[in-house]
């Protein structure tokens, strides 16, 4: 049996007990590293949690962090320190108060080799003796996903890769990879034609699919995805604390206040960029599936409130059917996750200097692609009308006292005299200001339509056959 004693007991992992001596008995089933600053989601019973604390950044922070690996009832925490002091009291405490073993892992110690040997003593108590070949896999394990399908690749003698929910090709060893539709996601692995296709685990709502090409089951393909799932989390926590980094920038892009000049002066950026934001029903879900849809592109990301921004920049790489191709891995990855309610909104490409109107257009594109009534939709800025972006950036009451101003007088008169002046005009004006066409268009006589302007353009005060005029009503209409 693998315990908490066990891992103490092995000379070349020199981890050192910082609280929890009577729980040494604990059974471990499982490892899973993790920098999420909210584990609750992900771990389970029976787990050795495996965290360098970059979620730590004061104290006080471990008492939520800790009791969530109570309550889920993990087996123990090993952990570097958050700084050079090593871990920090609070995470000790907060153990200690929750029974929870606390092991300190060596700052130079890599959690690959962690994970090698409790992988190892997990095949052993199963009764399994590693072959060669699991050993050599295994000896990859804190290597990048395309050195490690390499190495499954050869230990299988078969082209391994990994594909996303959404359809993308995360990684492969050769360029043909099967449809991640092939898979069944009610099934433990899939065979279809000469492919095994089987889940990677992990605790994302958006999963991946280990595909090989071989129709016949092996225990060493199961090892190969579980390793998978070890080099996403590892890939996860990079990008999280490069979010880190970039989160005073999107703070100040997002919330129209902060210093924004200097987070971009910090950001380094100096090529045309795009703002992309995504927006789910509860919000969580948000930053998972906008990293999917940009993972192909050089971006940086932030969440603010409920929202997922992105940075991207737009250089040759940058596809011109982006929106597209966003449309079609929703559809795709709709099979594994409940999307609805997703909007996603593009800006048109900008210097930095003009991120935060990037940004303000982004976001009116996610409101105008959550007003269709989707499940999931996204818009880009280049589709919608220069005018409603204009009108969407102007603050509420803005907009309500321009509509005022403007139009008061014939709202007043329409209410009273019950008659629809209002959609007359707005009707003249989207006909091109032709009394014919906004006739035609209304089923009366171009002679009643000339009267209805004239009579309008009285209780407006302005002259309607004036286009500077046409383009204020008009705006205030729109608003």
């Keep these: 049996m693998t315990s908490v004693k066990t891992l103490l007991e092995i000379p070349e992992l020199r981890m050192r007990l910082r609280t929890g001596s009577a729980l040494l008995g604990r059974e471990i089933s499982r490892i899973y590293v993790t920098e999420l600053p909210d584990p609750s989601r992900y771990v389970s019973t029976g787990e050795l949690v495996l965290s360098g604390l970059l979620w730590w950044r004061e104290p006080g922070d ?13 087996a123990a925490l090993a952990a570097s320190g958050a700084d050079t002091d090593g871990i920090p009291d609070d995470v000790v405490r907060a153990c200690a108060q ?5 092991l300190e892992v060596p700052a130079d110690l890599s959690f690959a080799v962690i994970t090698e040997r409790v992988v190892l003593a997990l095949a052993a108590d199963r009764g399994r003796e590693p072959s060669g070949a699991r050993k050599r896999l295994l000896s990859t394990a804190d290597a990048p996903l395309p050195v ?7 230990e299988l003698r078969a082209a391994c890769w990994v594909l996303s929910g959404t359809g993308r090709v995360v990684g492969g060893t050769t360029p043909e990879a099967p449809p991640v539709e092939w898979f069944m996601p009610d099934r433990e692995r899939t065979i279809r034609d000469e492919y095994t296709l089987l889940p990677v685990g992990g605790r994302f709502a958006i999963p991946w699919i280990l595909a090989v ?15 998978v799932s070890l080099a996403r989390a590892r890939a996860e926590q990079v990008r999280q604390m490069a979010d880190r980094a970039a989160a005073p920038l999107f703070a100040a892009l997002a919330g129209g206040g902060g210093d924004l000049a200097a987070a971009l002066a910090s950001s380094g950026r100096t090529d045309p960029v795009r703002v ?34 992105g940075i991207v920049e737009v250089d040759e790489h940058w596809p011109a059917h982006w929106a597209s191709i966003a449309r079609e891995r929703l559809s795709t990855v709709e099979r594994f996750v409940d999307l609805s309610g997703v909007s996603v909104g593009l800006s048109g490409p900008v210097m930095v200097d003009g991120l935060r109107g990037a940004a303000q257009e982004a976001l009116y594109a996610v409101e105008v692609a959550a007003r269709r009534g989707e499940r999931s939709a996204v818009v880009a800025g280049e589709d919608v009308a220069v005018h409603r972006l204009l009108i969407a950036g102007a603050p509420d009451e803005l907009r309500r006292s321009m509509r005022e101003r403007v139009l008061g007088g014939l709202l007043a008169y329409d209410a009273a005299q019950g008659t629809d002046l209002v959609r007359t005009v707005r009707v003249f004006l989207e006909c091109s200001s032709s009394p014919t066409a906004a006739a035609k268009a209304l ?32 705006l205030a209409l729109r608003s």
């Design 443 to 474: 089923h009366v006589h171009v002679n009643t339509l000339r009267y209805r302007i004239t009579r309008a353009s009285e209780l407006l005060g302005l002259d309607l056959n004036d286009f500077a005029t046409q383009v204020d009503v008009y």
């Design 276 to 309: 992309v934001v995504a927006r789910t029903q509860d919000g969580e879900l948000a930053p998972e599936l906008l990293a999917e849809l940009l993972a192909e592109t050089s971006a940086s990301f932030g969440a603010v409130g409920e929202d997922a921004y």
């Design 213 to 227: 090409r071989t129709p016949e089951t092996d225990d060493l393909a199961d090892e190969l995805a579980g390793l």
């Design 98 to 102: 929750h029974r929870i073993p606390l």
């Design 148 to 154: 490690l399908l390499r190495q499954g690749a050869e």
């Design 62 to 74: 471990a008492e939520d962090w800790v009791s969530s690996l109570a309550r889920a009832g993990v």
